[in-house]
């Protein structure tokens, strides 16, 4: 088992560029996640996915979308890429919704935004 | 508002013991994680608490005062490979993680 895993790991844009981040995981996780981590700040949570075919947004959605075609892929979509956003991404996937599910992360994307 | 609060660096010699501590106020609470974060890698699972009291795991164990709003984490026979940031995160009402800054762990000889 690969567990999750993300690409790119690194990438440098300039600003008002568009990437996608791919995150996949092969534990049939029905519950994924995309956050950002800043230094000095908690990963904080950008969209999430109960399931394949739906999404919804979390504490910082704007300039991000999502896609959840298929139950292991969750994509992250910067349309427009700002200073901003220069960050380190972390997917994560839950077997399901309960509390005390742990999440597991994918090894992050390092993007820098000039 | 929603905060999650631990210090930021810590630093403990091998072979001893060291307490992080966590405090949160979330809208609901449906329990508090731990996780450690080695320098340019992903976190992972350590421990999850719902009810008051200890739950030891080998040289970890954490604690949690639901009515404080308090966690800590306890860290025993501390080897040079427990240095890493540990991070807090409270799952609240929605099931969402609200995550702490974490607590940068260095570890002397």
């Known amino acids: 088992n690969a567990g999750v895993t993300q690409t790119p790991k690194f990438r440098v844009l300039k600003t008002g560029q568009s990437m996608t981040l791919l995150c996949a995981q092969d534990m049939n996780h029905e519950y994924m996640y995309w956050y950002r981590q800043d230094p000095g700040m908690g990963l904080r949570l950008i969209h999430y996915?109960?399931?394949?075919?739906?999404?919804a947004k979390g504490e910082v959605p704007d300039g991000y979308n999502v896609s959840r075609l298929k139950k292991q892929n969750f994509l992250l979509g910067l349309e427009s890429a700002a200073p901003s956003q220069t960050s380190v991404y972390f997917c994560a996937s839950q077997i399901a919704g309960e509390a005390y599910n742990e999440q597991f992360f994918g090894p992050g994307t390092r993007l820098t935004v000039l | 508002g929603q905060n999650i609060d631990q210090p930021t660096e810590m630093t403990a010699t091998e072979g001893a013991i060291v307490q992080i501590n966590c405090t949160y106020q979330?809208?609901?609470?449906?329990?508090l994680f731990w996780y450690q974060q080695h320098a340019g890698e992903a976190p992972t699972f350590l421990s999850y608490?719902?009810l008051d009291g200890l739950e030891e795991k080998g040289r970890f164990s954490s604690f949690l005062s639901r009515s404080k709003g308090y966690s800590y984490l306890l860290l025993k026979e501390l080897q040079m490979k427990d240095s890493a940031s540990y991070l807090c995160a409270a799952s609240d009402s929605n099931y969402q993680l609200i995550w702490g800054a974490g607590t940068k762990l260095i570890i002397k000889p």
């Open positions: 608490n719902v």
């Open positions: 979330t809208s609901g609470f449906n329990g």
């Open positions: 996915s109960v399931g394949e075919g739906t999404t």
